[in-house]
């Protein structure tokens, strides 16, 4: 079962939602990137699934910085890549600290604007080598203006990258979905993309029936499990 361990980031307390498998390791890492409702049972399921599959996986709680806002739209427009870049920087050395990590085997995964602040993190931290991306909308643009976009970090993306989109999804669109593609290929970086009929965006998260698809989800997650084995054997 997930715990949930505070650090602190730039003076600010920030929550980690953690899971570690059983077992001594060294495990491989995830970090799991929130979707718009933050650390919530959706994000916190996740981290435990990841766990039971043999991972140390975290999700760091990037609205740390300000009061929680009701309204989605004003809570993400508090949100910073800088500040973003920092707390995944966190995270990291705090299960370095806590948990038996192999630092070598290191993955972020996200959804909705977690699926953006993943490529975000896998274009500015080295270390991480994996990527799985679920319908990461608003990459071709820059939160805060003060750095490159996440679409403009791909060059520097090491590794493996899959991602998952919906068909009916307006961002993003089906149009996004072939750019990214074509940039990723365009650098040489080995990419799997799968678009689901009949899904929208969101399409994962069970705690949102009007958008959960089951059959897309299913075949999505069970598609991530034999990435992260497969990069990581």
Same mark, same amino acid.
């Given at each position: 079962?997930?715990?949930?361990?505070?650090?602190?980031?730039?003076?600010?307390?920030?929550?980690?939602?953690?899971?570690?498998?059983?077992?001594?390791?060294?495990?491989?890492?995830?970090?799991?990137?929130?979707?718009?409702?933050?650390?919530?049972?959706?994000?916190?399921?996740?981290?435990?699934?990841?766990?039971?599959?043999?991972?140390?996986?975290?999700?760091?709680?990037?609205?740390?910085?300000?009061?929680?806002?009701?309204?989605?739209?004003?809570?993400?427009?508090?949100?910073?890549?800088?500040?973003?870049?920092?707390?995944?920087?966190?995270?990291?050395?705090?299960?370095?600290?806590?948990?038996?990590?192999?630092?070598? *085997?290191?993955?972020? @995964?996200?959804?909705?604007? +977690? #699926?953006? /602040?993943?490529?975000?993190?896998? !274009?500015?931290? =080295? *270390?991480?080598?994996? @990527?799985?991306?679920?319908? +990461? #909308?608003? /990459?071709?643009?820059?939160?805060? !203006?003060?750095? =490159?976009?996440?679409?403009?970090?791909?060059?520097?993306?090491? #590794?493996?990258?899959?991602?998952?989109?919906?068909?009916?999804?307006?961002?993003?669109?089906?149009?996004?979905?072939?750019?990214?593609?074509?940039?990723?290929?365009?650098?040489?970086?080995?990419?799997?993309?799968?678009?689901?009929?009949?899904?929208?965006?969101?399409?994962?998260?069970?705690?949102?029936?009007?958008?959960?698809?089951?059959?897309?989800?299913?075949?999505?997650?069970?598609?991530?499990?034999?990435?992260?084995?497969?990069?990581?054997?």
């Amino acid at each position: 079962m997930a715990r949930f361990d505070t650090i602190e980031v730039d003076g600010s307390p920030m929550r980690i939602c953690l899971a570690a498998p059983e077992g001594e390791g060294p495990f491989p890492a995830v970090v799991v990137m929130s979707h718009i409702s933050g650390l919530d049972a959706f994000t916190e399921d996740r981290v435990d699934r990841l766990a039971a599959a043999g991972y140390v996986a975290a999700a760091p709680d990037k609205f740390h910085y300000h009061e929680w806002v009701e309204e989605r739209d004003a809570r993400r427009a508090t949100l910073r890549d800088t500040r973003i870049i920092a707390d995944i920087e966190a995270t990291l050395a705090h299960i370095d600290g806590v948990e038996n990590v192999d630092p070598e *085997r290191t993955a972020i @995964l996200g959804h909705c604007m +977690g #699926g953006r /602040t993943a490529m975000l993190g896998a !274009g500015s931290i =080295p *270390r991480i080598n994996a @990527l799985v991306d679920y319908y +990461g #909308g608003n /990459t071709m643009v820059s939160w805060g !203006g003060d750095g =490159p976009t996440p679409f403009e970090r791909i060059p520097k993306i090491k #590794g493996a990258v899959i991602g998952f989109f919906g068909k009916k999804d307006a961002n993003p669109s089906p149009a996004d979905v072939v750019k990214i593609e074509v940039e990723f290929k365009k650098h040489g970086i080995p990419c799997e993309f799968h678009s689901y009929d009949g899904a929208d965006h969101a399409f994962q998260n069970f705690t949102n029936p009007e958008r959960y698809h089951e059959a897309a989800a299913n075949d999505a997650w069970g598609r991530t499990l034999r990435f992260l084995a497969e990069r990581f054997a």
